[in-house]
């Protein structure tokens, strides 16, 4: 069955090339077709002839040498040096023998690629190699160097994973398409364990997979025993972003037999990674235990395909999927999904800022179709009026201008992904632009890995911030003003010091070493702890934000009474989060109108009444479901 | 596992019988546990042995003998000719050696049990056998003789699949029951088709499942394709009552595997029978084919366990089902599920008609408890406003009264199940009582077998009609009025004849009999044509109510135009439907008050116009979805 429609396209393949293109092999890999040629430069040399091929096909199509024109590796090292500028800082060369690529990784490369393309057309010339080419993070990322050596050791396996999902993905529509339907799973009239699944005759897609850290057994993660549920029919996962509400459970699903793929950016691979398994770190070290591991986080890693934004992947046999820009943290996306030949389109929202930030462009609106919107509503209640970014930018530069000032330290207890980087460039700006005092910027923990992530993937940032990195040649994240802070001794070192601001994790002060540092300075007056982040009910956080000034903690296994003496400060408008406003502002200029929109990622009352106004207010038709119900679309 | 709880019971049993109760086995027999005993007439002298030992187990328990002092047949039947008094009038006895039941077939039924079942007591005290009684129908009837017979000749296999079905029921629950949800599959939004899924952690129960038998083949079935339904781990369906657009499906769930149950009322089982066979008829001689035949309505009979109305029976293990009239036709019922330990109850309404009629007392509104109703809407809209019984009684009389007068012939295109009857006791009664002057009435068809079907369930007709057929002994069915037509001559004999009435199927027009003597009559302004039931557009009685005077119709293989000179009239209010003001009085005296009401069997319009007449004046939640949509009820 496969074959034969593989044997069809190679045969098509073949007639539309000119003769001298010696095809050697046409293979799926995922939703993409590979033909081997004995004369690549042909073909690369003739953009249009692939670009047309691809269009007549309806696939995207990748160019490889037949192993038998490729040149030596030692050999290839050289002609490659030879090729690319100096400049280009290559810092690593590695083959792969299975697909017949070349990975360069270097500190720029878009030196390697050349300006349209040239060098590294030139490098499959004269070496026979397909060049993949990534980037060398300035800051070096364990996550980073463990998903590409994961993806590098296990080529063979990725490759057979890739071979059969493409079988899968273009066996062509068995049934009519004259329904879609979508299923609740989990963060419906709650947030946690975002999760849903598209459901067509022909395909079921997973959307997002998360847990919910502070929930229990009930109540933590997705209803996967809902029974139009299958982990073995399952054609696909699409991944919104990389928080744990949205991907925290995705391991699991490889524990208990998914072979399928996950599709998602680049940045949410990786920090869905760092994420997964800092939660697992966590559930072991407080005796939790988790119903997957290391292990089948590994295996996601081997079954993630990553898509830039705006790149359309069929990924079943009548699901294309698109992802926009979401503007909610790196790599954060929406989902368009075209169903059938045109009869549907749904976006998922995912988690969404619609609001330029210092890191991210404003979340997309513009769609070529939608007829149905699936859409978080975290702020959708009417009194979530929080202030726009540059009033809180203001504010809590006139609090840190005042505290060091008085020659205190400033604690900043932030979630490690997202607002920690936003904040980072913030203080960067001002520091360097002498508004603030110039002191010491102290990272503390994983906010640093994420942070090293965030520069690996420039692309996915703001333009401002791009144009700062790619043409002032000046990245924030690597500015001096940073320090990395490893371990207990400087720790110490730092609250015994002089003045300077403190990014640590938990953001909530729930564990982590936001604690220890809340311990070492709340009894000083000189000293500010700044929230910048939502507190939940009965966290330490909230409990110091109303005022307690006597706190109970533990230390060296006995609990020891904390005086809070030190200035507390809350600080509303960082939230990756669209307000009230914004979410309302948002439906408004989504472009096309769509038929109906259903709510989801909020509160019960804040989604209903999200949906009563936008209801009211456009005249779209709503739909507030409870997990576990399902609701036709088309 | 399955062994180990009928062992469990087996103990149990064993432990709170009296030591001289002989237990032989126990064995599961569908929803209910059979004991097998040497010495039966130790509990049944004792009744309250089993009513205790029931309710401790919270199962229903059966006794019978066991094979060894079973008397011999021949001698057994002499027995029972000994102990039943002659008046019961027994048509036949035969001998389930499987479960070793005497069958005792009888025109008065209740004779044979005697008063507090003193006689059936003394057949099991003489002669071992376990007297299972059947009523001889007072017009012998086909059907039910086909369904006792492959019941009595599949014995071992009825059996077999009642001890898997124990077994299955009896498991117990595996998941808590977190939730319960129900899944539309047809019949939402429009009428025909009905079918919808419930589901638990741990059960899947159909409600119903027909055919549009008007639609074509993207709308005549169930979406039985809904990714939550798979056949193999259904575990029982449950019928409403016998018409096709809730009916017509089942056969198809038994030709592709499905090897549980159906649970419905005697009635419902011999009608629906009737009505699968004449469908598959219809469509072998229009050349049509279904994707089902006759074997598998034969499989239907032998998986169908039948429930008096209030019979409280475990169908699944956390849903116990209770059956009430519904007062739509004849066995038609309303299905009240208990899910989990009192968790959450249900109640499906069917189709059903709140208001007494000739024929059946009116649907139940008293439930022991209930928090959400799925509820028929077909006359739904606030236009919906069909005239009382009473009236379209009188107005009918007066039709045909003055027909009659002038000598003339009145021709009633009837549905062959529930209006037929329904009329049949309305000129039956005026007839005696001389209010229309005395002729024959003819009875074409299929509404024979209808009414014989009819005779042999009395326990299901209104509280005035069985008193009639109990107390005064005059059952209306079998009156001399009415004669019944079987062929051609026949006809011909009764067009060209003396004034008369002919009930006569299709009730439209569509098809059967009553084109043909329309044919003959239509050119008689003597005659008179009465619709009684809805035509729907596109059906020749829609074009001869609409005033058509000039019809093109086939006549021996030629088109012949038919001049339609006799009297059109059409009468509502015979429907077994509800009216609008009859549905909304019914949510009004439903006791106790139910939380939440789904709407289904209804164009959407009057689906829609009703929820939101039910949520205006009750305040209470209403929904309206569509086919292929899930909703949490709990
Ligand atoms: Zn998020
Ligand atoms: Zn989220
Ligand atoms: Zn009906
Ligand atoms: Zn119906
Ligand atoms: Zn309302």
New binding site residues.
Partial sequence: MTSAILEEIQKTIVQRLPERVQVAKVEFEGPEVVIYTKNPEIITENGDLIRNLAKDLRKRIIIRSDKSVLLDPEKTMDKIHEIVPEEAKITNISFDEVTCEVLIEAKKPGLVIGKYGVTSRGIVKKTGWAPKILRTPPISSEIIERVRNTLKHNSKERKKILQDLGARIHQGSKYENEWARLTSMGGFKEVGRSCMLLQTPNSRVLLDCGVNVTGDEKTAYPFLNVPEFSLADLDAVVV????L??TGFLPYLYHYGYEGPIYCTTPTRDLMTLLQLDHIDIAHREDDSLPFNVKHVQKSIKHTITLDYGEVTDISPDIRLTLHNAG??LG?AMAHMHIGDGQHNMVYT??FKYERSRLLEPATVRFPRVETVVMESTYGGHEDVQPSRNNAEKQMMKTIYKNLKRGGKVLLPVFAV?RAQELMIVLEEYMRHGMIEKVPIYIDGMIWEATAIHTARPEYLSKDLRDQIFHMGRNPFISEAFHKVQNVNERKDIVEGEPCIILSTSGMLTGGNSVEYFKWLCDDEKNTLIFVGYQSEGSLGRRIQKGWKEIPLKEEGKTKVFNVQMEIKTIEGFS??SNRRQLMEYVKKLSPRPEKIIMCHGDAYKTMDLASSVHTSYKIETKTPLNLESIRIQ
């Fill in positions: 919104s972003h990389a928080h509400d949205h909610h943290i954060s995912g988690d997202g990756g989060h």
